[in-house]
């Protein structure tokens, strides 16, 4: 399959330009070309050696690449594909940073020529500072960057883009676009509404005279610090995933409803239950993975070469919350071959191996400390 020679950018600001820094600090690293609206963003994006070159024409900026990143706002995601579609090379692979993918996969899986791999994804990184000047060659480090690939997503496509995200730092997991949309309307959408919303009710009891924000508490300033965002860029999330985000306002209004019975009535067994219930969870989510090698774990998986195989077994694994550190695909005949995913905690791996069994697949699970001295 071979390294990347050449990379594309297409908008190099907060995320891309952090892509452009984390993938040029890699060794022996591919040319990293970007492709901005404006002269100002490419010079800046030079003179921080987020990239080695820079034009504002989509045709120069792609022909040559073997990887092009969109990273523009999520309403013009799948216009610019369009547009560079006629200038992409044989091979080359496509994909996005957008924060919601079924509609943008769909749409671009059907425009783009079937010599044109499209692999969908999504860091779960962000800051309310914007541009390229905020930039980060970090960024990407224990952060988790969901791939969204589809049965039409080739297996040597998705292993590649999988092993450059895996080198920068990040845990890549595997997602259905349908399922990432309503994940996200949960655990990102809906928080960054709530955050806008406490602002502007805490704002409502302020005057000129008495601005009370000032006297907001470190819990307060936490809450709403992503309230700070871009609003156009949250206006084209909010219409993009406008299904999933509608639902999840509605779910949020029940559980206020809830709420508010309970103190109503000063019901102390269903209060101190919904808040006893969500301190636990709180307190149980994931914390950064710090990777022991000892507990690297190999799943071998046999396979028929077919269609969606690869999406298939990565989405079963990912849907469970479970980070691929490497996958590694042997063709054994012309119609079938071997599946092999890098798992690095232990439990995680038995878990892969017990869901993935209950699909039906074989599945072979190993040490992998020896084959990491290999």
Known sequence: MG?????????VGLIGGSLGLAIKKLPNPPKV????????????????????????????GVRDSDLVFIATPVSTIV?????????????CIVTDVGSTKSSISRCIEELLP???????GHPMTGSEHEGVSAANADFFKNAYYILTPTSKTDMKAFKRLHSLLASIGANVIAIDPDKHDELVATISHLPHLLSATLVNLAHSHTSEEENLLLLAAGGFRDMTRIAAGNPSMWLDICFENRDAILKEIQGFQKEL????RAIDKKDEKTLESKLEKARAVRKNLPSILHKDISQFRELSIPVRDRPGVISDITVTVGSMGINIEDIEMVHLTESSGLVKLIITDSQAAERATKVLKDKGYEVELKSAYEREER
């Open 79 to 91: 216009d610019t594909v369009k547009k560079a579609a006629p200038f992409l090379k044989d091979g």
């Open 33 to 60: 070309i970007g492709i901005a609206r404006h002269q100002e963003t490419i010079d800046e994006a030079k003179k921080l050696d987020a990239i080695d070159e820079g034009t504002l024409l989509l045709e120069k």
């Open 257 to 260: 409803r809830e709420l508010s």
């Open 3 to 11: 390294k990347f020679k050449q990379i594309s950018i297409i908008g």
């Open 114 to 120: 079937s010599r044109v791999h499209f692999i969908g």
